[in-house]
């Protein structure tokens, strides 16, 4: 009997769901309710890729070696220091006769669930890869159990481009959900040109926001944020440092702190920033993996905020079909995001650093 | 000029708020918005002092001895493994003419704010702790900034007691807010026969709640807590079970996954377990410190859990006060934590493990 949970791929520790564990069996036989994924690219999260680079200081084939390695001695992909994965694109290749998924053979697909807790295999050595960016186009197979979810790609898009949408789509949907509850509020998108930055801009506006700030860290990115229009004002701020992040945003709404800060960097240490440019009353969603649990709780209790701080959950129903429809309707989206696509790919053929 | 969030104070590294520094400034001499405190006793998180007695292997002596090198060498009382702190009481040695906390020299106070960003200064070596319990006499000083918080102590409680229930006091009253925005919810506590848990235990059914479930490890504390009669339905499961912790959730409550999950323990891993142990629209609050923020986000994902997350806040205005009115109304928390409290002395006396 399988598991719609995936319990029965878990190799070690015992007991614990394929997230947790330190090993799955990625054997490509698969259970009646499974389906088999011929894999075609892996899109790693933004988190786990920068910390790789950072370590091997952007040499590129120590970060596909790690990769491999991680995946070998794991069968997922899940970076052991970020603790985060990423998601795959590819074709079914098997479906099990009681697998709820409605998915067929032959459908292209991405996975809307993490790697972390994806069982895994690579077999072409990651060989079209040279480790410089996020895409890691490969062959291997992928393993998806009943409550898996995934979603097959939109005819009329780019597949690198819907992977990339799909990949952040948890972040416009509770952004829409969390401003829709509040009466015209201000929202603070920190990171606000970057992909899930965008789209949760976007998102705000759509769900009623009265204002909208986008935080960016450098110039170039302001200059960007500006052009695109997709949020009412841009500032500029380091998010590690708490002062001046607060004063940004408060000098960007008129002097107030924000009803909804949106917290879409992914670099650690951006708890307090965010915490102190947030009204009482108001709600901080973080999304950033670089996240910490203690660092949230204490610094709130340390200001004595009272605000709500929301853990991003990267699922809400029709999160992706939402996303996907954000791209299509709010063109300044599709150009940021295209940008970036079109400025990872030629930063990974140049071989140049950032 | 100080700042009222005690930027002034923080040595290293400069620019981040007092919780994320790695060393404070603990002088004595205080700023004109500052207060000083003579400390008698601080209360270390419970996280926080199980991972120091594990470590030890429940050597008091090598606890104390870590205990001190670490206020010594960050100049405020923060686990470097858990990140966090505790809380203290003691008496106000003085006021500077601008503190707005409106307290006066010789008020018996307990701090509200973390141990993490409190400049800290033991002067007795610790000689009167034996490193055997959360609570440890000591004297020395520490020092509020305008935006602490700190509570004069109630006059008809003894100290211990009331410092236990402020330790804990962000759970009931978060916990009392989100079972009031559902309609008579069912409401599972995750080790419920504890501080927070009995205490939130008791808010969730003040809120509301048509039916509670307290969730505990061992069958003395399914004994003690049925005896108390705090919640509908004990049940007895660990926490880092994922699948055993929702089975034993939902036998509790007919069949189904409870609308909100309270997370009071005090132990890593058992994120999805709450996660598991909801039901799609429900709100899981985590006030474990041991709680991983990315197992959280990457769990609930997983398993396509349209959850809500709550990163617990210490902070809720009037937090002290409702707790204490709990305490004082329900005569059976208050049996809980004398019984929990006298338990921890005993040990402390008779030095042997639990
Ligand atoms: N929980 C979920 O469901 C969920 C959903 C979506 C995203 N996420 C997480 O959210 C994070 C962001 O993902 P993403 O794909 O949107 O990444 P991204 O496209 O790389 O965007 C990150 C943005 O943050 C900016 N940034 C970096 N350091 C900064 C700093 N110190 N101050 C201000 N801004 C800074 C970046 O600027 P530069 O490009 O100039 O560095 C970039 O614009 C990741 O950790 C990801 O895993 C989680
Ligand atoms: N963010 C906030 O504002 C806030 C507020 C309050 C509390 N907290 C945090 O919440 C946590 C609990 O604090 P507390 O003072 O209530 O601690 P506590 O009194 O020690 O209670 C913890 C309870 O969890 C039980 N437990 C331990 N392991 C378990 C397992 N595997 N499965 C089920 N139950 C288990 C314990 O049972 P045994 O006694 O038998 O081990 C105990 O009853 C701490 O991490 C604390 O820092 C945070």
Chains 1, 2 share one sequence.
Not at 20 to 36: F, K
């Amino acid at each position: 009997m399988t598991s719609p949970i995936g319990l029965h791929r878990v190799l070690e520790p015992r007991g614990v769901l394929p997230q947790a564990a330190l090993r799955l069996d990625n054997a490509s036989e698969i259970g009646a309710d499974e389906v088999r994924i011929a894999i075609e690219r892996l899109n790693l999260d933004a988190a786990s890729f920068r910390q790789l680079a950072t370590k091997h200081n952007g040499d590129g084939a120590a970060v596909r070696a790690e990769v491999l390695e991680i995946i070998g001695a794991r069968g997922k992909m899940q970076n052991p220091v970020t603790g985060s994965g990423g998601m795959l694109i590819g074709t079914v290749e098997a479906v099990g006769p009681d697998s709820p998924l409605g998915l067929k053979v032959g459908d292209k697909v991405a996975t809307l669930v993490s790697l972390t807790l994806t069982p895994l295999s690579i077999t072409d050595g990651l060989k079209r890869w040279d480790g410089g960016g996020e895409q890691v186009p490969c062959e291997g197979h992928a393993i998806l159990f009943a409550r898996s979810i995934a979603a097959v790609l939109p005819a009329d898009l780019d597949p690198e481009l819907a992977l990339a949408v799909m990949d952040v789509c948890g972040a416009p949907a509770l952004t829409a959900r969390v401003v829709a509850k509040y009466d015209n509020p201000t929202v603070a998108v920190i990171g606000g040109a970057g992909k899930s930055g965008s789209l949760s801009l976007a998102a705000a506006k759509a769900a009623g926001a009265s204002r909208t700030v986008g935080v960016v860290p450098i110039e170039r990115e302001r200059a960007t944020l500006q052009a695109a229009g997709l949020a009412d004002a841009v500032a500029l701020a380091d998010a590690r440092n708490p002062v001046a992040l607060a004063d940004a945003v408060s000098a960007a709404l008129g002097g107030r702190a924000a009803d909804v800060t949106v917290v879409c960097v992914d670099v650690p240490g951006c708890e307090h920033g965010a915490i102190l440019s947030t009204a009482d009353g108001g709600t901080v969603i973080f999304f950033s993996m670089a996240t910490s649990f203690a660092a949230a709780a204490l610094g709130a209790e340390g200001l004595a905020a009272d605000v709500t701080m929301l853990v991003g959950n990267g699922y809400v129903p029709g999160h992706a079909a939402y996303a996907l429809d954000l791209l299509r309707q709010v063109p300044a989206v599709r150009g940021l995001f295209e940008s970036r696509l079109h400025h990872e790919a030629s930063r990974a053929t140049s071989g140049t650093a950032d």
